[in-house]
């Protein structure tokens, strides 16, 4: 495997330019001298700030059967274009992977594109319709890295009780999108004066915070019994919400929780557009719920950030308010988006640990490094050119968002993911 150095970079902490090499898979060593390396790559990192490839936990990329909205080809070239290097996908496709031949079927592809990794999360019911659990060991064993039915909120208590016992005796995460269907409805945004004034059915901040008390006490419970339960609550977004998670972590529950960026920068005003670019689920909430969300972080009450990437047609966000599908694709300027807004509060560590260290706690893997002999997964993040953001020139087939025509600085400039380039920025 070739030997690649990275030069004109900057860990995170200081503001001394270095250079790192890397050689089979692994990071060789920091500011070595070139005449150590005969042959080697090199590459400007003009300046940036190295830190380790981003592990996003929450991605729908679609592959297999919805490949209009997004294939694995598109959503991982996005992911490095956004400095990941490690990348969930999530088993709501068509069919849904509840197959352990899926779930080799779309690492196998993955490892041949050389771009971002992929990480399969598998579903925990089959057919995600909430009832009899999937073969869990059997899709573990295929590669499966946690159990989820996210884009459908119907387990029941007793298949979702079964489902963490089973997923934790086999050392896996469940992970749930936790709203609770019957109070949801037909809501299409916040309820509260926003919906009321528009005139749209509210989605109940209770409908989130409902089902996140009922999985809380499920999981006390088992934890109670000594059973080795690990649950994810994802994309948290009311303070209540969070305020039942952090009162489960102060009693020791084995609960963690994200948090996504579109839930702390916009709010349900923006829905006063009627524009189904900020349908989401769960959805915008009031800018309370975002502040409050943002001291989660601060705190470390929030284990850390995901975005979950949910492309769709343009065809189909350009349908009206109540027949639009939900979801937000941003995973290439998830860092520029939370930097530029939030990088002052946070600060470029606890940011950073956020995207890298956070997700790697939460799935209990080893927390990435910079040191030598750790795995050569690295972004390198320009921290002060502001760019505008132009969707034409993203990745993913999801060629509009949110934040276009925005300034935006942080931008990821170099991703490498097992020593290899998976994304150069060029200009």
Known sequence: MATLTIKNIKRVGSDTLESVTVEDGLIRGWNLPESD??????????????????TELHAHLREPGQTEKEDLASG????????YGTVVCMPNTR??????????????????????????????????????????????????????????????????????????????????HAEDDSLRAGGVMNEGPVSEALGLPGNPAAAEEARVA??????????????????HVQHLSTARALDLVRDAKRRGLPVTCEVCPHHLDLTDEALRSFDAMYKVAPPLRTQADADYLL???????????????????????????????????YIEIAFPVMWTRFGERLGLEKLTNLMTAGPARVMGWPEPTLDVGAPADLVVLDLHTERVVNPAEFQSKAKFTPWQGQTLRGWPTLTVVNGHVAHLRED
């Open 37 to 54: 390396l005969p042959g080697h790559d090199v590459l400007d990192g003009k300046g940036g700030t190295v830190a380790p490839a981003f």
């Open 76 to 83: 991982l070239a996005a992911a490095a274009a956004g400095g």
């Open 95 to 176: 069919p849904v992977i509840d197959d352990p031949a899926l779930v080799r079927a779309l690492i196998e592809k993955a490892e041949g594109l050389g771009l971002a990794r992929l990480k399969p999360a598998a579903a925990l019911t089959k057919g995600q319709k909430g009832e009899a659990l999937a073969e869990l060991a059997a899709l573990k064993e295929a590669g499966a890295v946690m159990f989820t039915d996210d884009g459908l909120t119907n387990e029941n208590a007793r298949t979702l009780r079964l489902g963490l016992e089973y997923a934790g005796s086999l050392d896996r995460l469940v992970s749930v």
């Open 214 to 231: 009922r999985d809380l006490e499920i999981v006390g419970g088992l934890h109670a019994q000594g059973r080795p339960v690990r649950f």
């Open 295 to 329: 001291e989660g972080l601060l705190d470390g009450s929030v284990d850390c950030l995901a975005t979950d990437h949910a492309p769709h047609t343009r065809a189909e966000k350009e349908r009206d308010l109540l027949d639009a599908p939900s979801g937000i694709a």
